[in-house]
């Protein structure tokens, strides 16, 4: 059951989560929270109030099944999962929406077709929307109307958030058709996160008809996530095709995240290509992000490229590189790291994971701990992973944190 004791406030990107005791005068609106059963059976609580910033979010999260609707007594949780909009219209000053569903198989596709439908056909005016589906039995008919709708209705969208992980049952089919219709008519995006993991359906046909569609938007792109994880079906084609996403006229991205977890090989040939590219067309680049995580034919020579190529994007604040699990990698990769360490003048946030195993040893995390010392004095953040890989003694502890302890947020794990 829903416990009635006051919640302690979640705050994410300027977004509350959850109930507080907060008695400011900002806090106007009220928080129904309901709770399911297995059965669905509902039960309202009126909780604490929560801040107000034109903000939306419904949230069915884990086995508990609970759901919470932001808003002035609109909604309504029927049984038989089906979810009442009757009076949606009135929040159409609403600006973003968080549709997160997960951890019940008693959702389905007329439940999410019945949240998406109703938001977009609501509230027109919508700049973001976030879809988070997670290990739900929805299917590709789901999929497409999620497209059919955006395109319709969300003239003015500006950030657009898609997430599906382990769904099993959606197919390419699903996906292309969801490509083409978000990709139709969104003449003001500037914000595109996508994220597929565990859809054992998904492969690269797919994933190309979206990189392709994406094309027209990237004159206009701040940021853009692309993230994969765990599908054999997807290889270093994607790859290929996200390298061949970006051309001299499409420099404008500013925020650029590159995710391959556990998919299929990816070489050190496409792997550069990749780096070239993103070295030599998003030249406005402040934030990077590239994580290839148990990429068995990755090695220090892809790495060393990646290096270089890394040294040209004197305009990168923040950059994070994750190679965990990448058992090829050694000392050599590190130590190619020193030409982007000493031309990177701008640099406020570093991270580097080469958690292993690897051939990564205590030799190289010194030399690395060397060349940020003497070249990085304004770093303010810095977070190296070197787990799985050796072990530490408390002097070699205090050796690297001798060198690197004048940053003020650093973090080392070992």
Known sequence: MLSTSPTKLKKTDNTYLFPSQSHDSQWKTRLHAFHHSQKFSTRLLEAQRVRWNNELLFYNGGLASRAYAFNDDLYNF???DVIN?????????????WLNLSGSYKVTDSSIISFVSSICR???????????????????KALERIGSEISKNL??????????????EITDQGLSILSKDVCRNLLGLKHFYFVVQQCLEISDASLQVLLVDMKKYLKQLKSLTFTLSKSEKITEKTVLDLANLFDEDRAQIESLYIAFTECGIITNQIFDLLAQNIAKYLVNLKSLTLEFQVCEELTDKGFEVLAQELSKLENLRDLDLNFNGCHRISDRSLKALEVPIQSLKNLKTFKVSVAGPNRVTLRGLDKLA????????????LSLDFNGNFKMSQESLQRVNKKLGYIYDFTLFN
């Open 78 to 80: 029927f049984s038989k």
């Open 85 to 97: 909009f009757m009076n949606l219209h009135k929040c159409k000053e609403t600006s973003k929406v």
């Open 122 to 140: 609501y509230l027109p005016h919508l700049q973001e929307l976030w879809i988070n589906v997670v290990y739900l039995r929805i299917t590709d």
């Open 155 to 168: 003239l003015h969208l500006q950030n657009l958030r898609l997430r599906f992980e382990g769904c099993d």
């Open 370 to 381: 060397d060349d940020i010392s003497e070249n990085q004095k304004d770093l303010k953040s």
